[in-house]
C-alpha cells in the first residue's frame, strides 16, 4: 500500500516536472538558448497565483495573471538579456551567468516582498480523502495529471498542425533557413519563450497548492527541467516530459529506501545513469546545428 | 500551368526591370565581399551569373534577398523602392529566394514545408490549394513523396521541394542559388527547364546562380561573371561559347 500511495504522489510531482521541462525542452530546443532562469518563471507564475488567491481575485483570473507573469518574464529575458548577448556573440558562459544572476535577483525581491519560507494556497482541492484502505488521494493529483495531459496534447498538436508551431520545429533545424521563408527567427524566438514559460505557471499553480512554494524553489525545478530534458533526449518534447514524468515518480519512490531530504538526489542518480549508459537519452534526436 | 499568367500579381505596376541594384558593397568582418556592384535584371528574362568560388555570387543573392546587409547601395524591386530590405519586405515585393544546398527542413515533411512557406506568404487557406496545384503543374514529381520528411528525399528531390517552396508564394522574381550542385546534369535539365518555362508563361524574370555553366547557358539570356567581388564581363552566352574565353575570366 506505501507503494501505490508513493506512486500516487510521484505521479503528481512527475506531472509539474513534466510541464516545466516541456517548457525547458521547447525554448531549449527552438532557441539553443539555455534558459538556466525557466525556474524562475515558475517561482513568480506561483507567487502571482499565491498573491492574486490572497487579494481574493476568481480563481481563474489569478490563473490568467499566472501564465501572463510567466510569459512575460520569459519575454523579456529574450528580448533583454538573451538577445542583446546573442548579437555581441556572447558565449554560453555569458548566458549562463546572466541567467543565473536575473534568477538570484527575482529571487531575493519575492523573498523581500512575499517573506521568506513556505507559502501554501489553502483549498479544498488539496484535501486528501480514502480512496482505497490506506490510500489517500487529494483532486489535486487528478487535475495535475489532467492538466499536464491537455497541455502536453495541446503543445503536440501546435508544433505539428498549426504554421506556427512547424515554424518552431523548422527554426530548432535550421535558424538560418527560417529566414529565406520570409520568417523572423527573432519573433519565432520570442514566441518560443513565451509558450515554454508559461508551461511552467500550470506547474506553479498545482505546487502553490500542494507542497507550497517558497522563493528559491525555481532552481530545484531549473535543475529538473535540465535533467528531465537530457534524461528525455535533447531536442524531443515527449522525451522531456516523459523523463519529468519519470523523475517525480523516482524521486517518490525513493522514500521506500531513503530518507526525504535525499529524494531529490535521486533525479540526479537517474540522470548520471543515463549520461553513463544512454547519454542519447530515451529519445535522443540528432542535433542538426 | 493551366493559367499561364496564374502566378502574376496583375495589380502590381509592370516595370521593364525586375531588380535594378546599385553600387552594392558589403562584407564580413571586415573583408570587402561585393565592391560597388550594380546589377539589372530584367523582367522575363534569365540571368545566368558565373564565377569561382568565393567571388561574391551568393552574397549578391543574400544581399538582393535582404539576408544581408550592404554597406552601401541600394535597389529598386519592379521599380519600386522596397518598405525595408528584409525577406519578409522582398518576398511581399515578389522576390524569392533558393539558397545555396538544400533549402528544406530535414524533420519537416514536403507538406509541412509549403504549408510553412504559404503561411509566411500570407496566403489565406483558402487559396493554398491552388498555390499547392500551381507548383504540383510545374513540378508534378512532387507529388510522389509529399507525405515524407525532406531529410530521406534524394538531392534532386529536395532540390524540387525547395523550388516548389520558392515557387508557391508566386515569385516575379527568382533567385536561384547553384541549383545544380549533387545533382546528375540529366537530373539538372529535368528540374531547371520547367523552371525556365515559367519565364515565357508567367514573365518571372530569374538570377541563377550556377557552376553548370553548359545548361545554364542553354536556358538564359545573358551572363554576368564575377570575380573578386565585381563583375568582369556582361553579355550573351554565346559569346563565351570560345572555352579558351571562357577560361581566361575564369
Known amino acids: 500500500m506505501l507503494f501505490l500511495q508513493l506512486l500516487l504522489n510521484g505521479l503528481q510531482t512527475g506531472a509539474i516536472y513534466a510541464l516545466t521541462a516541456a517548457g525547458f525542452a521547447l525554448i531549449f530546443g527552438a532557441t539553443k538558448i539555455f534558459h538556466v532562469a525557466h525556474g524562475t518563471a515558475f517561482t513568480i507564475a506561483g507567487y502571482v497565483f499565491l498573491f492574486a488567491w490572497g487579494a481574493g481575485w476568481p480563481s481563474w483570473l489569478g490563473v490568467l495573471a499566472s501564465i501572463a507573469a510567466a510569459m512575460v518574464f520569459g519575454i523579456v529575458m529574450e528580448r533583454l538579456v538573451y538577445r542583446p548577448i546573442q548579437r555581441h556573440e556572447g558565449s554560453f558562459f555569458t548566458v549562463f551567468v546572466a541567467a543565473f544572476g536575473v534568477s538570484i535577483v527575482v529571487q531575493n525581491i519575492i523573498g523581500m516582498i512575499a517573506g521568506r519560507g513556505f507559502a501554501t494556497v489553502d483549498t479544498p482541492l488539496s484535501f486528501s480523502a480514502e480512496i482505497l484502505p490506506e490510500i489517500f488521494v487529494a483532486p489535486m493529483l487528478w487535475i495535475s495529471l489532467a492538466t499536464a495531459g491537455v497541455l502536453f496534447v495541446a503543445l503536440t498538436l501546435f508544433l505539428t498542425r498549426h504554421p506556427a508551431g512547424v515554424a518552431l520545429r523548422a527554426l530548432a533545424q535550421n535558424p538560418d533557413l527560417i529566414r529565406t521563408y520570409g520568417l523572423s527567427s527573432n519573433g519565432l524566438s520570442v514566441l518560443a519563450f513565451a509558450i515554454g514559460s508559461a508551461l511552467a505557471a500550470p506547474a506553479a499553480i498545482v505546487t502553490a497548492m500542494t507542497t507550497g512554494l517558497n522563493e528559491a524553489i525555481g532552481h530545484h525545478v531549473m535543475l529538473i527541467s535540465i535533467a528531465a530534458t537530457i534524461v528525455g533526449g535533447i531536442g524531443s518534447l515527449r522525451g522531456a516530459a516523459l523523463a519529468g514524468m519519470m523523475l517525480g515518480i523516482a524521486e517518490s519512490l525513493a522514500l521506500t529506501v531513503v530518507d526525504t531530504q535525499w529524494a531529490e538526489a535521486v533525479s540526479f542518480l537517474v540522470l548520471f545513469g543515463f549520461i553513463i549508459f544512454r547519454p542519447a537519452g530515451i529519445f535522443g534526436v540528432t542535433q542538426t546545428r | ?250
Not at chain 2, 493551366?2 to 562584407?27: D, F, K, M, V
Not at chain 2, 568582418?29 to 534569365?46: C, H, M, N, P, Y
Not at chain 2, 503561411?119 to 509529399?146: T, Y
Request: glycine letters at 12%; one cysteine or more.
Open chain 2, 1 to 250: 500551368m493551366a493559367a499561364s499568367t496564374g502566378g502574376l500579381n496583375r495589380s502590381r505596376p509592370t516595370t521593364a526591370h525586375a531588380i535594378e541594384a546599385t553600387g552594392l558593397s558589403a562584407g564580413f568582418g571586415g573583408r570587402e565581399v561585393l565592391q560597388d556592384v550594380s546589377l539589372t535584371l530584367k523582367a522575363g528574362e534569365i540571368l545566368c551569373m558565373i564565377g569561382h568560388n568565393g567571388a561574391g555570387k551568393s552574397t549578391l543573392l543574400r544581399v538582393l534577398f535582404g539576408l544581408h546587409r550592404p554597406s552601401t547601395g541600394g535597389m529598386r524591386v519592379f521599380g519600386e523602392t522596397p518598405s525595408n530590405y528584409t525577406p519578409a519586405a522582398l518576398g511581399a515585393a515578389g522576390v524569392a529566394l533558393v539558397p545555396e544546398g538544400r533549402g528544406v527542413f530535414p524533420d519537416l515533411t514536403v507538406e509541412e514545408i509549403f504549408g510553412l512557406a504559404l503561411w509566411s506568404a500570407g496566403v489565406p487557406k483558402s487559396g493554398q490549394r491552388e498555390r499547392i496545384d500551381e507548383v504540383l503543374d510545374v513540378l508534378p514529381r512532387i507529388k510522389e513523396f509529399r507525405g515524407r520528411r525532406a531529410g530521406t528525399l534524394s538531392g534532386g528531390q529536395q532540390q524540387m521541394v525547395s523550388i516548389g517552396r520558392a515557387l508557391l508564394t508566386r515569385p516575379r522574381a527568382l533567385l536561384l542559388d547553384e541549383p545544380s550542385i549533387g545533382l546528375a546534369p540529366k537530373l539538372f535539365q529535368d528540374l531547371i527547364r520547367p523552371i525556365a518555362a515559367l519565364r515565357e508563361s508567367r514573365g518571372m524574370a530569374i538570377l541563377l546562380v550556377e557552376q553548370n555553366v553548359r545548361e545554364a547557358f542553354a536556358v538564359s539570356d545573358r551572363v554576368l561573371v564575377m570575380r573578386s567581388g565585381k563583375f568582369i564581363f556582361e553579355g550573351a552566352p554565346s559569346e563565351l561559347d570560345d572555352h579558351a574565353k571562357l577560361m581566361e575570366l575564369f
